[in-house]
């Protein structure tokens, strides 16, 4: 693997801070070539991300302090980014986590459906004393 193709970052868990994610994720982006529908795959990626990392600050964090540590890699074959987010705040069980009810709107419950429905693969990992987040988006790209 590339080194060049890695992005690490260690973040406060605050909101402010959130969307430096977005142009990491872009520029890595940009370096594909024959990437398919790169604004829509660079947009739900941030999107999902973004949700993720809210969810780390609202919810692992709940108004304590506290980092996320980024990795964000493209791998060329096969073509997909890894998005790795690892937190130290309190965890949960992913599988009590409801679905929202998309025919009744609220205000809030969507950030995990999101996150699931924009990336190809969702693994959430609570370990003791940390929580790990992989996101993985495929990449479509032209020979």
């Known amino acids: 693997m590339n080194q060049n193709n890695v992005i690490k970052i260690d973040l406060p868990a605050e909101h402010v801070y959130l969307p430096i994610l977005g142009s990491c994720i872009k520029t890595l982006l940009g370096d594909v070539s024959g990437l398919q529908q790169r604004h829509m795959v660079a947009y739900s990626t941030e999107l999902a991300v973004y949700e993720a990392c809210t969810n780390i600050v609202e919810h692992a964090y709940s108004n304590a302090s506290g980092r996320i540590e980024v990795t964000i890699t ?11 987010l690892v937190d130290y705040g309190a965890g949960f069980d992913i599988s009590a986590v409801p679905m929202p009810d998309l025919d009744e709107p609220q205000v809030h ?7 699931r429905e924009l990336m190809d693969e969702v693994v959430y990992q609570p370990e003791a004393g940390r929580n790990l987040w992989r996101l993985v988006k495929s990449l479509r790209v032209r020979a």
């Open 74 to 84: 493209l791998i060329s074959t096969p073509t997909c980014l890894v998005i790795d």
């Open 109 to 115: 419950g969507y950030g995990l459906f999101l996150v």
